[in-house]
């Protein structure tokens, strides 16, 4: 698989349905993250557990890509996430926007590099860049 390929594989996921997605992820991965509220680092047991709570916290969460691009083993992304709360149950709604950069290795999400904002309702949705082929 080429490192586009192993990021795509990820991103096509449902989080909450696929509780696989751990498999994705080198065991010796990193994940250095800046919020709005502030900066995070997750070893493969932070992500692992990052991945229980959404399974916990939502009926779905899907990503939506604009842009995939492949330099070598790198991988950067730009998407938001899309959720189903459990306490609005006929409603998907957009949570967070992401730009992430991911170093592949041995066909797994190795080393990765996320800056993410909360959607503000005022701007449009990602769904103005719906016809990019990625």
């Not at 995070?40 to 604009?66: A, D, H, P, W």
């Amino acid at each position: 698989m080429t490192a586009k390929e192993v990021a795509r594989a990820f991103y096509d996921l449902d989080l909450v349905k696929d509780t696989n997605a751990i498999s994705h992820f080198h065991p010796e991965c990193e994940l250095q993250w800046n919020s709005t509220k502030g900066f995070t680092t997750f070893n493969y047991k932070g992500i692992k557990n990052m991945l229980e709570g959404v399974q916990n916290s939502f009926l779905s969460f899907k990503y939506r890509l604009s842009h995939l691009l492949e330099d070598d083993n790198i991988i950067t992304a730009r998407y938001t996430i899309y959720v189903t709360a459990i306490e609005t149950p006929d409603m998907e709604q957009p949570l967070a926007h992401f730009i992430s950069i991911w170093h592949v290795k041995e066909g797994k999400l190795f080393k990765g590099f996320e800056i993410s904002q909360q959607v503000d309702e005022s701007v449009s949705s990602i769904n103005s860049y719906s016809e990019i082929k990625v």
